[in-house]
């Protein structure tokens, strides 16, 4: 049973060498290379601003879930560590690609599509849909949980695997560069269905679960007045309200981006006179 003392959690900021570097990376690679094509005569379409903004949204994001009071909260807090958790898997990846395009990707383009055929099934939709749930759903093993929370090397690995697993499955839905394993057709709904289903019935069962599952939080002080069960039962509702907004956000933005392609489609069939 947790110790019944109300207490004030630490909500602390925190700014740790290595995650920092790499935040500093992104955005310097990231606005070298926007200023670069800014410059150019198509500049405007390649390069627009709202990409930019887009993508600071998520540097933005990726700061908050490493560096914010998140962090602490969520070794005291399962909800906060939910929040971090679909940070990192959904909404960091999302705004990082969509702030990208064909030609703002064009210098690696040409490391990115040998590394993809030499990968083969590795970098195909199947695995990333594997690798997504299988991410959220071992990491939600009691053992490793406690372990993540406990361990500063084992969070990192967490952290790492949320991050990566998220990216790829995401950069088959909104890469900006033509795959090899592009889905067509109902593919983007069905690669979305199964994949938010199985990770949704996670978040019910942790919503519903009679009894707390963690003991790094069962064990612990009381915060906020929230019971552990309460806490627990408050971070599988985050992650099944999460997953459904985000699936169905997608899908619109696949159904309207369809739409757009399909316009372009016909006028260049127009201009071309077939």
Known sequence: MGQLQLTTPDASWSVAPGPLLLVLLLLGAYGWR?????????????????????????????AAALFS????????????????HVLLLDVVPILLILGLTKVLLRPVTRLLQPLERQAGWWAGPVFAILLYIGVMWIWHIPALYDAAVESSTVHILEHLSFTFGGALYWWHLLSPIRSRHALGGLGPVVYMVVTKVLVGILGIFLTFAPRPLYDVYAEGPRYWGLSALDDQTLA??????????????????????????ADRADERAERHGV
Not at 35 to 44: C, D, E, M, Q
Not at 69 to 84: C, I, K, N, T, Y
């Open 69 to 84: 009071p998140l962090d602490p909260l969520g070794e005291q807090l399962f909800a906060m560590h939910m929040v971090q």
């Open 236 to 261: 599988g509702a985050i992650m099944a309200i999460e997953q459904s907004v985000v699936m169905g956000i997608a899908l619109a933005y696949l159904f309207i981006r369809a739409l757009g392609e």
């Open 34 to 62: 926007w200023r670069a094509v800014r410059r150019t005569a198509s500049g405007s379409r390649d390069a627009p601003v709202w990409r930019l903004l887009v993508f600071l949204t998520g540097v933005a994001a990726l």
